[in-house]
């Protein structure tokens, strides 16, 4: 079995920071991507950042430039870091996994339980 757990939700002030992790643990032969989704009341789950295992990078159009993401491949983790919150990223951020687990030739898609995010005007 594999099992994401995110931490580092809570409540903030537009203009403030948060950084999220999200550590990949269990049976895990191989990570190739980890990324992060967000999803918002009455809204559809979105796609945030992610980070493949060679480092490649991507974000969403309303993120760049504010958020990072970034990854600790000893650790099986990864991050993001966001700065210069505005109220309408408020949501519940899911961490994301493409792993491939142990025994299994076959990547798969992995969730977390997510972490919400609340950022005050």
């Known amino acids: 079995q594999v099992q994401l757990v995110e931490s580092g939700g809570g409540l903030v002030q537009a203009g403030g920071s948060l950084r999220l992790s999200c550590a990949a643990s269990?049976?895990?032969?191989?990570?190739?991507?980890m990324g992060w989704y967000r999803q918002a009341p009455g809204e559809q789950r979105e796609s945030v950042a992610y980070?493949?295992?060679?480092?490649?990078?991507g974000y969403a159009d309303s993120v760049k430039g504010r958020f990072t993401v970034s990854r600790d491949n000893a650790k099986n983790t990864v991050y993001l870091q966001m700065n210069s919150l505005k109220p309408e990223d408020t949501a519940v951020y899911y961490c994301?996994?493409?792993?491939?687990?142990?025994?299994?030739?076959?990547?798969?898609?992995?969730w977390g339980q997510g972490t919400q995010v609340t950022v005050s005007s």
């Open positions: 980070i493949y295992s060679g480092g490649t990078t």
């Open positions: 269990g049976s895990i032969f191989s990570i190739n991507a």
């Open positions: 994301n996994g493409i792993i491939v687990a142990v025994n299994s030739r076959l990547s798969r898609s992995y």
